[in-house]
């Protein structure tokens, strides 16, 4: 039903600009496989066709191929030692020229969770985390700022007294937060890094990456990382050679650059 996965990457590449290589390819393909006969349709170039002429199957494409799941202090215990080691300290060394970057943030719970966090050790006002993703979509919905009950369930109460508004069955996150985030469209693969970076969180994303490229992307990571940055990276994931790519394992799931 489905042969020639090397010709269909090649013509996702062409259209999207996503090179599928840098993913496991055996999960890749049963999620793009998938997708396909859910829309009925036989074969990869049939499918390739028709997402040519059609821009909302385009676009699902685009969603289905960029995972987003995510959610407001996903592992709650990673992010109070957040607040309580890792973020006094960088405040303690750089104030307000803390440079913190929210990489592949889907739909806004990290980077917002993030602020949340900072402003209990300083004014929002001087808050400013760049927070970025490939698919413009959920960019979209960050910006927004509207969320489900299960995406704001381990929001810690006095957050959500303050700082959400229930608007039917959703949760609306207040515009002071919302304005200390600036949302871009970025590649993690081919698109230049923010540099001198603070704090870069990256969380449960690489997973889907193959070894080669996640060994690449926490090179670049490591490159960006200000002098004594730290890198913040998710419950599924681990970085084994740490030392050789130029980082000290700190507690938990927190890496310095050495």
């Given at each position: 039903?489905?042969?020639?996965?090397?010709?269909?990457?090649?013509?996702?590449?062409?259209?999207?600009?996503?090179?599928?290589?840098?993913?496991k390819?055996?999960?890749?393909?049963?999620?793009?496989?998938?997708?396909?006969?859910?829309?009925?349709?036989?074969?990869?170039?049939?499918?390739i066709?028709?997402?040519?002429?059609?821009?909302?199957?385009?676009?699902?494409?685009?969603?289905?191929?960029?995972?987003?799941?995510?959610e407001?202090?996903?592992?709650?215990?990673?992010?109070?030692?957040?607040?309580?080691?890792?973020?006094?300290?960088?405040?303690?060394?750089?104030?307000?020229?803390?440079?913190?970057?929210?990489?592949?943030?889907s739909?806004?719970?990290?980077?917002?969770?993030?602020?949340?966090?900072?402003?209990?050790?300083?004014?929002?006002?001087?808050?400013?985390?760049?927070?970025?993703?490939?698919?413009?979509?959920?960019?979209?919905?960050?910006?927004?700022?509207?969320?489900?009950?299960?995406?704001?369930?381990?929001?810690?109460?006095?957050?959500?007294?303050?700082?959400?508004?229930?608007?039917?069955?959703?949760?609306?996150?207040?515009?002071?937060?919302?304005?200390?985030?600036?949302?871009?469209?970025?590649?993690?693969?081919?698109?230049?890094?923010?540099?001198?970076c603070?704090?870069?969180?990256?969380?449960n994303?690489?997973?889907?990456?193959?070894?080669?490229?996640?060994?690449?992307?926490?090179?670049?990571?490591?490159?960006?990382?200000?002098?004594?940055?730290?890198?913040?990276?998710?419950?599924?994931?681990?970085?084994?050679?740490?030392?050789?790519?130029?980082?000290?394992?700190?507690?938990?799931?927190f890496?310095q650059?050495?």
């Amino acid at each position: 039903m489905f042969n020639d996965y090397e010709k269909f990457k090649g013509d996702v590449y062409k259209l999207t600009k996503i090179n599928l290589d840098a993913y496991k390819e055996k999960q890749m393909k049963r999620r793009i496989n998938t997708l396909i006969s859910k829309n009925k349709i036989g074969s990869y170039d049939e499918y390739i066709e028709v997402i040519k002429k059609d821009s909302q199957m385009f676009e699902e494409l685009i969603n289905f191929l960029t995972i987003n799941v995510s959610e407001f202090f996903r592992n709650p215990e990673q992010w109070e030692l957040l607040n309580s080691e890792v973020l006094p300290e960088l405040i303690q060394k750089n104030g307000k020229r803390l440079k913190i970057w929210s990489a592949a943030c889907s739909t806004g719970d990290e980077p917002y969770t993030l602020v949340m966090l900072l402003s209990k050790h300083m004014p929002l006002d001087q808050i400013k985390i760049i927070a970025t993703d490939l698919d413009k979509q959920v960019l979209e919905k960050a910006r927004l700022g509207l969320y489900n009950e299960r995406s704001i369930l381990d929001v810690p109460q006095e957050f959500k007294n303050k700082y959400f508004t229930k608007i039917g069955n959703s949760y609306q996150i207040s515009e002071d937060i919302k304005r200390r985030v600036d949302f871009k469209q970025h590649d993690l693969l081919k698109d230049p890094y923010p540099t001198d970076c603070n704090l870069i969180v990256c969380r449960n994303v690489l997973i889907y990456f193959t070894e080669e490229t996640k060994e690449e992307i926490y090179k670049k990571f490591n490159q960006v990382l200000a002098k004594d940055g730290v890198l913040f990276i998710g419950s599924t994931e681990q970085i084994m050679n740490y030392k050789d790519l130029n980082y000290i394992r700190r507690k938990s799931f927190f890496f310095q650059k050495a």
